[in-house]
């Protein structure tokens, strides 16, 4: 079974803090993802990366980061927290070429 | 760019059906999803049409593609309370080059009254 991991469940943050969220997958996939979930919105992508090193803007990249350094791990960076980034954070992973993207459980960030 | 839009709530009846309704822009769509999130979990893919198909029937699941209208449904039959998640639809173009976007919907939210 894929397993996509995340670092935190649950986080409160402070404004202006700098805050790293972690994702890990175990099944050697090229792509990876962050989205944003919010009620009413559904899920919006923040960055994803096709392979090691490389990252490209998704729908809503402002106040967000990303690094990728390893295959297996794909970290989404909050450079100073602002109230507006409260939100539920998913990672995915999925296979080049495969239709289907792997979900992690979510990190729920909380900035106060 | 592309929508997809589901309504946010439905309330059914144990061991009734429910129908999850879904449309979308993207008229180059190539696979169209539905994916299941049960309550403090990430999404799992439930299940996935290709454009060229206008039904799928998995078990207790029934996909309905209407392309000319953009109009995609999930019927789960008998539904039980483990059913009890939101359910987001989603859509990809594998024919825009590049990066296959995923769009999803915004998930409907669907409880079953036992």
């Known amino acids: ?112 | 760019g592309e929508d997809v839009e589901q309504s946010l709530f439905l309330s059914v009846r144990e061991g009734d059906s429910s129908v999850i309704n879904c449309t979308y822009t993207d008229s180059s769509s190539t696979y169209l999803y539905w994916y299941k999130q049960e309550p403090g979990a990430g999404l799992q893919l439930l299940t996935y049409i290709f454009s060229n198909m206008d039904m799928k029937q998995d078990q207790r699941l029934t996909v309905l593609l209407n392309k000319k209208d953009k109009h995609l449904s999930l019927r789960i039959a008998d539904t039980q309370t483990g059913d009890s998640a939101i359910y987001f639809c989603a859509e990809t173009n594998l024919n825009s080059g590049g990066y296959q976007k995923v769009t999803f919907g915004t998930g409907t939210k669907l409880q079953v009254i036992p």
């Open chain 1, 1 to 112: 079974d894929v397993k996509v991991t995340q670092s935190s469940r649950y986080l409160v943050k402070r404004t202006g803090e700098k805050v790293f969220l972690e994702c890990v997958q175990d099944m050697d996939h090229e792509n990876m993802f962050w989205y944003r979930q919010d009620p009413g919105l559904g899920l919006r992508l923040i960055y994803f990366s096709y392979d090691v090193k490389m990252k490209e803007k998704g729908d809503i990249p402002e106040g967000y980061s990303v690094s990728r350094e390893k295959k297996e791990r794909f970290s989404l960076i909050l450079e100073s927290a602002s109230t507006n980034q409260t939100s539920m954070y998913l990672c995915a992973s999925k296979r080049i070429g495969s239709y289907e993207q792997y979900f992690g459980p979510g990190t729920r960030l909380t900035v106060t």
